[in-house]
């Protein structure tokens, strides 16, 4: 049987070894709750609903449907807020088609039935919606430098002093992000006014 030979030098070997240095490894942020999930995201998603049916009942049926079917698939949806835009966009346009020959019973409240809307306000409703589903489906950061830009009204020194990045490089991710933004929506079919 052979024997494990032995440094030579015993102290040169250990002194050759580097010295371990703990490393911090970022930790998973902490995923929401089904409740927190749907106290943060229902009044977001009932107005988006809301944007592509013009009815509110239609939009509360598909906004809850639409949680439903996230808590029926449990942790395997890894973007639960952009699956969420997705299926309540999906569930929409199903409803629109199925039911496109219908008038609401509160016509005369809505000031219009759904079919007597001119196309571009449909249009234009889609490509709202089609615009916030692009941005959910966005990183985090990408998020909130649009948010900081144009829910906050924010200026590039603004969002720099809030986020920790250069003043050029918010406007360089701004800038990527909104032409990317721009790209995705000619994807879809939806044109963009004003270049």
């Known amino acids: 049987m052979a024997t494990l030979a032995s440094p030579r030098f015993p102290s040169?070997?250990?002194?050759?070894?580097?010295?371990?240095?703990?490393?911090?490894?970022?930790?998973?942020?902490?995923?929401?709750?089904?409740?927190?999930?749907?106290?943060?995201?229902?009044?977001?998603?009932?107005?988006?609903?809301?944007?592509?049916?013009?009815?509110?009942?239609?939009?509360?049926?598909?906004?809850?449907?639409?949680?439903?079917?996230?808590?029926?698939?449990?942790?395997?949806?890894?973007?639960?807020?952009?699956?969420?835009?997705?299926?309540?966009?999906?569930?929409?346009?199903?409803?629109?088609?199925?039911?496109?020959?219908?008038?609401?019973?509160?016509?005369?409240a809505v000031g219009v039935a759904e079919e007597q809307l001119p196309p571009e306000a449909l249009a234009r409703m889609e490509a709202a919606g089609m615009v916030r589903l692009l941005i959910a489906e966005l990183p985090p950061e990408d998020r909130d430098l649009i948010r900081l830009k144009y829910a906050g009204n924010l200026k590039y020194k603004e969002i720099s002093e809030q986020t920790g990045l250069s003043v050029g490089h918010v406007g360089y991710k701004l800038h990527h992000v909104l032409k990317n933004l721009a790209d995705a929506l000619r994807r879809a079919g939806v044109e963009c006014s004003g270049g």
Do not use: I
């Not at 449990?74 to 020959?101: I, K, M, Q, S, T």
């Open 12 to 108: 040169q070997a250990a002194e050759a070894l580097p010295a371990v240095t703990p490393v911090a490894l970022p930790m998973k942020p902490a995923t929401p709750s089904f409740a927190e999930l749907f106290a943060a995201e229902e009044s977001g998603l009932l107005r988006f609903s809301l944007g592509l049916t013009g009815r509110r009942e239609v939009a509360e049926e598909l906004v809850q449907e639409s949680f439903l079917r996230l808590h029926q698939l449990g942790d395997e949806v890894l973007n639960p807020r952009a699956w969420l835009y997705h299926c309540v966009r999906n569930l929409a346009l199903n409803h629109l088609r199925d039911h496109r020959h219908e008038a609401p019973l509160d016509a005369a």
